[in-house]
């Protein structure tokens, strides 16, 4: 379609980042929920957002506030794109949630923008690039939600500058309880210790390592047993979820793990499929709304319109 390309939808995955002991470097692409994203070409200059969807009365409009917004203008200043664009975002993922609702709008612009002016470039640049964004939404660029959310499955971000982000396709169920309150992740990171033990540090990197070895193994009982033992993040972001310790211990024999997604609310567990609908009700009694959906194969491209 080349240049007469006047318009791009995306659906762009939710992701739930650390998984327990892989604090920063892990991260899991969900299938839902999700945002769509699209970018369209517009005569005035300049980049026009438009937010609908879930709490989208609480996203910031203004290009250089929204993540979406920072990354479509690096992408125009580094490609010397002079079009007007307009984004449109229909969130899916609830700001706040722990599902990466910052980054798959980042995700999904960057890949859209990318297909849109047939730029070509490969994922890890998208990645970096959708990082920016979460300059914006967490105070510092991590890459850990955008990384799955563009790659999909399961991906560890090994290196910043320059980023290296390795990645394992992976088959999964997962189930996700969201409890109704919103957590920034600004705030989850400014309550983590700046320094912490030798001890805690072998604990993680050790459970860390065994995790990714039961994905090459296909072992979920040993990765969804890993994941429960964060000595680090978990231990200090518990007691901004309710009822959390309490669940997690009512449900640790009937999930093969149970984690903090991302920096919370929203947990995410692996369910046995004999206790599925025990804990999926137990969640919603809990915390109210449950997904119970797979690992993802991130950004899709859904429409290109000319
Ligand atoms: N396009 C966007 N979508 C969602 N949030 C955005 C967007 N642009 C800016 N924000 C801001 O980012 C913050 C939400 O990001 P935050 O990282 O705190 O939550 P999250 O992305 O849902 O969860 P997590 O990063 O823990 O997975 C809110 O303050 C929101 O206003
Ligand atoms: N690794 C980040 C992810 C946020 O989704 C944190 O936990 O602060």
């Known amino acids: 379609m080349g240049d007469k390309m006047r318009k791009v939808t995306v659906r762009s995955p939710a992701t739930s980042a650390n998984l327990g002991p892989g604090f920063d470097v892990f991260g899991l692409c969900l299938d839902e929920p999700y945002d769509i994203v699209s970018v369209e070409k517009m005569e005035e200059n300049g980049i026009k957002i438009v937010v609908e969807g879930e709490k989208s009365e609480e996203i910031p409009t203004e290009p250089d506030k929204n993540t979406a917004g920072v990354v479509a203008k690096a992408m125009m200043k580094d490609f010397n794109i002079k079009e007007g664009i307009k ?35 490969p994922k890890l640049k998208l990645v970096e690039y959708a990082a920016l964004g979460e300059g914006v939404a967490a105070g510092s660029p991590h890459a850990d939600n955008v990384a799955p959310a563009i790659f999909g499955g ?9 980023l290296e982000i390795l990645h394992i396709p992976v088959e ?19 309550i983590l ?20 070895y039961s994905l090459f193994r296909n072992d979920i009982e040993l990765f969804g047993k890993y994941m429960m033992v964060d000595k680090v993040v978990e ?4 007691k901004l979820i309710p009822k959390y310790e309490e669940v997690k211990e009512k449900v640790k024999d009937k999930v093969y793990g149970i984690t903090i ?33 797979k690992v993802g194969n991130g950004v899709s491209v859904l429409e290109k319109d000319d």
């Open 87 to 121: 984004i449109h975002i229909t969130k899916g993922i609830k700001p706040g949630s722990g599902l990466g609702s910052s980054s798959a709008s980042s995700a999904g612009v960057a890949v859209a923008i990318n297909e849109l002016f047939n730029l070509n470039l």
């Open 154 to 162: 399961f991906t560890m971000v090994t290196n910043y500058n320059p």
């Open 172 to 190: 999964m169920n997962v189930l996700i309880a969201l409890p109704d309150i919103q957590i920034s992740t600004k705030e989850a990171r400014e």
């Open 193 to 212: 210790p700046k320094k912490i033990e030798m001890e805690d540090m072998i604990n993680n990197v050790g459970k860390a390592c065994g995790m990714v």
């Open 235 to 238: 231990p200090r972001r518990a």
């Open 261 to 293: 997604s991302g920096a919370g609310p929203a947990i995410i567990s692996i369910p046995k499929k004999e206790h599925l609908l025990e804990v999926k009700e137990l969640f919603e009694e809990v915390w109210g709304r449950v997904y119970y959906t």
